[in-house]
């Protein structure tokens, strides 16, 4: 087996972590999730979801990681001695790579409206824009070759390995993602009537409130700390046995959260601004928000903050199929006994195959479809309403129920040395919270509750 390498600094641990959890679904899903399900109201809850299902899930994968030294697959392996168990750790991979495959053909896409944004290309009436869009994603070869360069992209960092790669590009890319956030939330928060956005978003109006919200608020959080990838448990098979993975888990949610927070506030005060509701689902980042910054703007200041914002779009998506391709690389590495450039062109080669399907299910192959759905829309609601909280809930199960309780107190106190009282809290929440909360989302995401 090669040597697997670990994350160099404390600091590499947070920020490569962090953004793997970072990326369309904080700039993108959370803003018009929060629209939908009545701003404030919905980011409190979304807040106590993060500590409450959040943390411990993180947590539960980084113990299982971080024990084992190795890929997802092996880990879970390793710690229930070939039992079953280590089929959730081959669901978290199979999962990673079908994420892969269809995120890349979103974020294929920014990567086009990038372009289209520095060429000046995304302005005009309502109408076209949206026509642009429409004409865009149907088209054959344009949407297909962004996608493919959005893997292979991915494909050269992950090749260089943990420290010269992934934790090299997170040391960039996080902080100058960080940076844009500051600079359109500064941009958007001085508009005229912007203050209106800004109190949708942090003052709850708790009449909003119901069943319905408070279910998609766990989802959300669920999901943009991706819980149930086998990315966290991969991640954390290179920290330091000294990482504290309380502590680490925190500042990672705390990081995740905040950017959330930030598109929330360059979207929200931009669509006040000029009577626009961000609430528009998917169509969002690519049609309602170009219209926003066309009229919210003048037309020098409303390019420059196109171009910014479809910049911190790619940087975010990543962030994230870094993470995702690494989960593969390893697995197909450690497995297989093949160098971290092969398996890294096996993954590529896998997930350029299934966004190639995607991308054309979207509209230059209609037939493309199963179950009646297009592959991309197929792939979506199968990991996202299945195999993600499947994978996360049997995690859960095996660190709160199975895993030896002086492997799981060890792993979360560093031998005794931190967070010995918080262990019990820990071990709470796995075993009787987390379960059932994860089994409504998983009911409420099939519409059966």
Same mark, same amino acid.
């Given at each position: ?16 972590t ?10 993108w ?80 896409w ?17 109408e ?16 297909l ?16 390995g ?8 997170s ?28 109190? @949708?978003?942090? $003052?709850?109006? #708790?009449?909003?409130?119901? +069943? ?6 766990? /989802?959300? =959080? %669920? ?7 086998a ?77 910014l @914002?479809?910049? $911190?779009?790619? #940087?975010?998506?990543?962030? +994230? ?6 989960? /593969?690389? =390893? %697995? ?22 299934i ?8 509209g ?45 107190h ?40």
């Amino acid at each position: 087996m090669t040597d697997r390498g670990n994350f160099g600094s404390k600091l590499g641990i947070v920020l490569a972590t962090a953004g793997s959890a970072v990326g369309l679904g904080n700039v993108w899903r959370f803003p018009y999730m929060t629209g939908q399900n009545g701003g404030g109201a919905f980011l409190l809850i979304y807040v106590g979801c993060i500590l409450m299902l959040g943390l411990p899930g993180m947590i539960s994968e980084f113990i299982v990681g971080r024990h084992a030294q190795s890929n997802a697959a092996r880990a879970y392996d390793k710690l229930s001695a070939g039992k079953p168990w280590r089929l959730v750790g081959h669901l978290g991979i199979i999962t990673s790579i079908i994420i892969l495959g269809f995120y890349a053909v979103v974020a294929g896409w920014c990567l086009f409206y990038l372009y289209a944004s520095l060429a000046g290309h995304t302005g005009g009436s309502s109408e076209s824009i949206k026509n642009y869009f429409s004409s865009f994603s149907s088209a054959l070869w344009t949407p297909l070759l962004c996608g493919i360069s959005f893997v292979l992209i991915t494909h050269l960092v992950v090749v260089r390995g943990i420290q010269k790669g992934i934790e090299r590009a997170s040391r960039i890319l996080m902080p100058v993602l960080f940076v844009i956030l500051l600079i359109l939330v500064v941009a958007a928060c001085s508009l005229p009537g912007a203050i209106e956005g800004v109190r @949708f978003l942090l $003052l709850p109006d #708790f009449s909003k409130i119901s +069943s319905s919200v408070m279910l998609e608020a766990l /989802g959300q =959080a %669920f999901f943009s700390l991706s819980l149930g990838t086998a990315c966290l448990c991969t991640y954390a098979s290179y920290f330091t046995q000294d990482t504290n993975l309380v502590r680490s888990a925190g500042q990672i949610a705390l990081l995740d959260t905040l950017i959330a927070l930030l598109a929330g506030l360059v979207i929200f005060p931009a669509a006040a601004s000029v009577g626009i509701s961000p609430d528009s689902g998917p169509s969002l980042i690519f049609i309602t928000l170009p219209n926003v910054f066309q009229q919210a703007f003048s037309p020098m200041m409303g390019y420059v903050v196109s171009l910014l @914002f479809y910049a $911190l779009l790619v #940087f975010a998506a990543l962030t +994230s199929t870094i993470s995702m391709h690494e989960i /593969g690389t =390893a %697995f197909i590495s450690e497995e297989l006994h093949m160098s971290r450039q092969r398996a890294a062109t096996v993954i590529t080669a896998i997930a350029s195959a299934i966004c190639i399907v995607c991308s054309l299910s979207m509209g230059a192959v209609p037939q493309f479809t199963v179950m009646g759905l297009s592959v991309m829309d197929f792939c979506d609601q199968l990991t996202a309403n299945i195999m993600l909280p499947t994978g996360a809930m049997l995690t859960c199960l095996f660190v709160g129920w199975y895993i030896p309780r002086r492997i799981t107190h060890d792993e979360f106190t560093n031998n005794g040395s931190h967070n010995t009282r918080l262990y019990s809290t820990f071990l709470f929440a796995v075993r009787y919270v987390c379960p059932p909360v994860i089994l409504l989302i998983f009911l409420h995401q099939l519409g059966i509750v």
